[in-house]
């Protein structure tokens, strides 16, 4: 066996060497500018040789090969090309003002878990960790606690996105993919026609009816990871129907009041048919905070529904009007009532559930799971 393993590292070794050696030579040492003392040059008791060459890469190619080199300080006018012996240049007392035509490049050190190298030579954190230089993973979502967190199985969790100042609660559910439930109306035991803040710091019990937060929502989809929005709403026979999902569906900012966003050239129709499909772009209101941008209509107040609005239409689903649940299961046929036209016509919603997935695990088992 050893015989084997000293055969196969004889071949590769006369492999590398016989026909790739100044590829792989040049390619094992990177070099980034030197991000801690800007402007400085290694000061000369830490510059061990100095060579000629006609470029920046001719000079870094001189120091490639060198295994006790791991920067250079190049001079443009005089071709001077100096090679550093340390990693001197992460401390300023070892560095001194560059000349006018002074260059500095060293070797980056190696990047520690979590992190990877930055577009200026410093390592930053990677996507789903933070705190950089002691990089963690943090919750960003309802994937992350199945995966890294302390999961216990469908539940309520505390995650916190990059962009939420404070840890909060979400319903997870895994079924094939972790779902973020966003709004959930099952029980009609909670008042939704609410004003505005209430719908930016979200309402209810997360483990019954509720929304999340506009606030909540926004940090969720502006993290690092692509949603998908799904809707369920439920008759009363309590047979399910489904929204068309929409592909990284986004929530803007409180600046632009948190409007409804969605990737329109992700979906195989342009674009998706269903209530949103109107709604992208179209800012929140509620009855205290009109946003629906038409003069002389107030939908928010007109639905008793707090919504993304942007047309006279006022929309074909208002699943935060008023719970009627009416005998027989059909529509008043009223603005203020729960219905949800694209899927249920004039049949009367019982249920709605709204819940973000991750777009990358599309779950091979909707919609009938
Ligand atoms: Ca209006």
Redesign the pocket.
């Known amino acids: 066996m050893s015989g084997v393993l000293i055969w196969i590292a004889f071949v590769f070794t006369q492999t590398s060497f016989s026909t790739a050696q100044p590829v792989e030579m040049m390619g094992e040492k990177r070099f980034a500018k030197a991000p801690y003392c800007p402007d400085q040059i290694l000061a000369p008791q830490h510059l061990y040789q100095k060579v000629k060459a006609r470029s920046t890469i001719e000079c870094m190619a001189q120091c490639r090969p060198d295994a006790d080199c791991s920067a250079i300080v190049y001079d443009t006018g005089n071709h001077d090309c100096q090679l550093g012996d340390s990693k001197a240049y992460e401390n300023c007392s070892n560095m001194e003002a560059a000349g006018p035509n002074m260059k500095f490049y060293h070797e980056p050190p190696p990047c520690g878990v979590g992190e990877e190298m930055g577009p200026d030579g410093i390592c930053v954190c990677k996507a789903g960790f933070k705190g950089y230089p002691n990089c963690v993973r943090y919750l960003s979502d309802c994937d992350d606690v199945y995966h890294y967190g302390n999961w216990t199985g469908d539940g309520v969790y505390f995650i916190q996105p990059l962009l939420s100042a404070q840890p909060f609660q979400v319903y997870c559910r895994f079924i094939t993919n972790a779902r973020n439930y966003i709004m959930e109306r099952r029980k009609n035991d909670m008042e939704f026609n609410r004003p505005w803040n209430d719908y930016v710091n979200g309402f209810g019990d997360v483990d019954g009816d509720h929304f999340l937060g506009l606030e909540n929502i926004y940090a969720l989809t502006n993290d690092h990871k692509r949603f998908e929005l799904r809707v369920v709403v439920k008759d009363e026979a309590n047979d399910r129907f489904f929204e068309n999902p929409y592909k990284e569906t986004k929530i803007g900012n409180a600046a632009s009041g948190y409007p409804f966003l969605f990737n329109v050239s992700a979906h195989s129709t342009l674009p998706p048919v269903g209530c949103f499909q109107s709604l992208y772009g179209a800012k929140f ?1 509620t009855s205290d905070r ?10 928010a107040a007109l639905r008793e529904g707090p919504w993304w ?1 942007n047309d006279a239409s006022c929309n074909t689903c208002n699943p935060t009007g008023p719970l009627v649940r009416p005998a027989g299961g059909t529509r008043l046929g009223v603005d203020n009532e729960v219905f949800w036209t694209h899927v249920l016509g004039n049949v009367a919603p019982f249920k709605v559930t709204m819940f973000l997935v991750l777009q990358s695990e599309f779950n091979s088992c909707w919609p009938n799971c």
């Open positions: 209101s009109d946003n629906d941008g038409v003069p002389n209509v107030h939908c609005y």
